[in-house]
Each structure stands twice: as C-alpha cells, then as structure tokens.
C-alpha cells in the first residue's frame, strides 16, 4: 500500500479480527522480518533480538499451548471468554515470536559493568522497535492486521521444547496476524499537550 511513512503509523492498530489468509506472500512477510531484523537499531550494536515465524500448523500448535496452558490456570466456569480470546488469535495466518538473546546481554554486562543494570532494558527497547516496525510494515502490506500478545512467562518452556529453541533466548511477545476483518473503533487519546513539556 503506497502511504506516507505517517500514514502508516497511524493506520497501524491492533487487530483482533483476523482470518487464516494472507494477501501477500510468506516470502513478503519473511522479507518484512529480515528488514527490521537489518535495519532496527540496538544499543551498543549488540543485535539482540531473535524472531520466529510460525506459519500453518506450527501456528495452530503455538495458540493450542496458549490455550491448553491457560485451561489449567483458570476455572472452568470462567474460560469462555479465555478461549474465545485465544481462539481470535489461532484464527490467524501466522504468529510471530519475538526473543531477546540473553547470552548477548550477559556478555555485555560482564564487558562493561558500569552499564550492567541497563542492558536488559535496553535489550526490551531493542525488541518494542522490531514488535513496532514489523506491525507497522504487516498492517501497510495489503490488508494484513496484527495484534501485540504477551503470555509468556506462562509458555515459555512449551514453546522452547516444542521447536528446539536455544534456552538463553527469553520469550517477550507474540504477533498473530492474518488478513484483516473488522477494524477496530477509532481510538481515544489523550491531549498532547498533557503529555510534553517544550523548552525554547
């Protein structure tokens, strides 16, 4: 979709809508990955970021460990509203799986321990660029819509045993996405002015 680079970021929004198909390739949504993957920056140049792409069944299997993770942890009586949230998202095309390496910032820590405390925020600011460019490029390419989910710490072994994943990458969201349906209402915001502060 040919939008201004501010037309896009305001058409970005969170989908919940979706649907198991996709206007564009999965070698366009890989290219997507391996833009940000490229381009975003990171502090000290560390890189720490890790993404996965599930796609099909992997996709399916990463939202039934969701779903059957959580059926655990909440009463019966009260998971219909769970398993309907979670059932919007499997009703996707893909998800993807964002990770910052954890052996990257140990090292950084260790090389430059005046910074130590820092690097795992900085690590966090370094993933929120990728979940934000990546939502931003998925939304503009054509009708996809996204969502920022986060139900990790409650899955991250599931997901590190079911695809073999190295153990110092630490899980911090997940992004369903599929073709876009019902767009969400306009969203509400609160003055500027309340949120700046301006020195001339």
């Given at each position: 979709?040919?939008?201004?680079?501010?037309?896009?970021?305001?058409?970005?929004?969170?989908?919940?809508?979706?649907?198991?198909?996709?206007?564009?390739?999965d070698a366009l949504i890989e290219e997507i990955i391996d833009f940000a993957l490229e381009h975003m920056p990171s502090a000290f140049n560390s890189q720490t970021t890790r993404l996965v792409l599930l796609l099909g069944e992997h996709h399916k299997k990463l939202w039934n460990i969701v779903m059957e993770t959580l059926r655990e942890m909440i009463p019966a009586d009260k998971f219909a509203a769970t398993e309907k949230k979670v059932g919007s998202f499997a009703a996707g095309y893909g998800t993807i799986l964002f990770f910052e390496d954890q052996n990257i910032v140990k090292d950084l820590q260790g090389r430059f321990p005046t910074y130590a405390d820092n690097f795992p925020v900085w690590a966090q600011h370094a993933s929120a660029m990728h979940q934000f460019a990546i939502w931003t490029m998925l939304e503009d390419?054509?009708?996809?819509g996204a969502s920022l989910q986060h139900y990790n710490p409650i899955i991250d072994?599931?997901?590190?045993?079911?695809?073999?994943?190295?153990?110092?990458?630490?899980?911090?969201?997940?992004?369903?996405?599929g073709s876009a349906g019902k767009r969400p209402d306009p969203k509400e915001t609160q003055p500027v002015d309340a949120r700046k502060k301006v020195f001339k």
């Open positions: 979709m040919d939008r201004s680079f501010r037309e896009a970021l305001k058409n970005r929004r969170s989908f919940y809508d979706i649907e198991n198909r996709s206007p564009v390739s390419e054509e009708g996809l072994a599931k997901v590190r045993e079911a695809w073999s994943l190295e153990p110092d990458w630490l899980l911090v969201a997940q992004m369903p996405f």
